[in-house]
């Protein structure tokens, strides 16, 4: 089994550090090669996904990635800034399905920011599109408007856009992981005013009527942001476009305490896939040793379930970060009152720790 290593920027190196420790406590034979990604690869190599980069991701059967950017990279021309390697990354790995779970543990009911009893339990599943969309839909650019409000004046514009197959494939892929769940999806769409969503809605529909087991219900994205905040207990598994899903998984984040809990995994069609904390490298904590390393190691953990077939040591791996957060073990973004406050190092030593 292959991993590739991408730390990246800021918290990116911290965090990863210490779930490359779990892994390699596991008594699993693992390869594990290290490369450089984002702004660090940009200050050595001039390019944010060099070459060897992005082969070794190619090559390995997993990639487990930190986060990339920092704001001093804001002003290089946008295909140099660090975004672009994940950017391209999942377009060069077909990465087009990107699991988000939302757990809230019993033990950080407190830390969430909506009542207790809003969150206590709550376990969705967020399915977003990765590789279409507006993100990536082309044309886009810069110009001087030829018509529109303004002609003569300068505009920007992207497009969006999806594709039958695309719909569909991620619709599969959403009704699949319903099937082992409680067998409800929501497609988030926005319908309504969106040509590109209309097609959405009608695809997953009959997408749907293959999964006659799976109950369907569609909202709009709107709706839906309402919802995740006033009952978001009523979801199980959500699936939805690359800019809905960017924003409401990162409101879904919220909902369980602290984007540092926080894992994520990006899949192609050969369960080949990428696993990164669902934040991002957090330059305003970045070298203070207080970033919480435990998306990440939850990421590894879905990294063994879904790409290395070690759904045993995933599991173990699971139940050590229950037994940390029990035992009252908080970094700085999920402590509270009675907790304990460590760094990011010394989760890491205690998930070890609880490894057994
Ligand atoms: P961010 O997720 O890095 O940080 C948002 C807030 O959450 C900050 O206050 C940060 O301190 C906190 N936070 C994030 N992760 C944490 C952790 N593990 N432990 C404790 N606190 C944590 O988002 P941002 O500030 O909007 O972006 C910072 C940089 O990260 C930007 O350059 C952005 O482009 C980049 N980014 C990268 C990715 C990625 O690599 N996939 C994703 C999102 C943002």
């Known amino acids: ?108 009911v407190g830390a969430s920011s909506l009542k207790p009893e809003l969150v206590a339990g709550l376990d969705i599943l967020i399915i977003r599109e990765l590789t279409g969309d507006i993100y990536f839909g082309q044309p886009r650019g810069r110009r001087v408007s030829p018509d529109g409000h303004f002609p003569g004046a300068e505009e920007a514009f992207d497009t969006m856009r999806y594709s039958r197959p695309e719909i569909e494939r991620i619709a599969r892929v959403a009704f699949e992981a319903a099937r082992k769940r409680s ?84 899949l192609n069609s050969s369960n080949q896939g990428l696993y990164e904390p669902s934040h991002g490298s957090a330059p305003d904590i970045a070298g203070k040793g207080v970033a919480n390393p435990l998306a990440t190691i939850l990421s590894a953990a879905m990294m063994l379930r879904f790409s290395l077939n070690q759904p045993a040591a995933a599991d173990r791996i699971e139940a050590a970060v229950q037994k940390v957060l029990a035992q009252g073990l908080r970094t700085p973004d999920i402590h509270s009152q009675g907790t304990t406050k460590v760094g990011t190092r010394e989760m890491g030593d205690a998930v070890l720790k609880a490894l057994g």
Request: glycine share 8%.
């Open 183 to 266: 067998k409800r999806v929501t497609s988030v769409d926005k319908a309504n005013v969106l040509e590109t969503f209309q097609l959405w809605k009608d695809v997953v529909t009959e997408i749907g009527k293959e999964y006659p087991d799976v109950a369907l219900d569609h909202m709009y994205v709107d709706n839906a942001a309402m919802q995740l905040v006033k009952a978001p207990k009523k979801f199980d598994v959500v699936v939805t476009g690359n800019m809905f899903g960017d924003i409401l998984s990162d409101a879904a984040a919220m909902l369980t305490g602290s984007i540092g809990m926080l894992p994520s995994a990006s």
């Open 1 to 108: 089994m292959k991993i590739a290593v991408l730390p990246g920027d800021g918290i990116g190196t911290e965090i990863v550090e210490q779930a490359v420790r779990v892994l390699n406590a596991l008594d699993l034979k693992f390869e594990l090669e290290t490369a450089l990604v984002g702004g660090a690869a940009y200050d050595a190599h001039g390019h944010p996904l060099p070459e060897a980069t992005l082969k070794l991701a190619k090559e390995a059967d997993a990639v487990l990635f930190g986060a990339v950017g920092d704001w001093k990279y804001d002003t290089l021309d946008r295909p140099l800034r660090p975004e672009q390697a994940i950017l391209g990354l999942r377009k060069n790995l077909g990465l087009f399905a990107n699991f988000r779970p939302a757990i809230c543990y019993e033990q950080l």
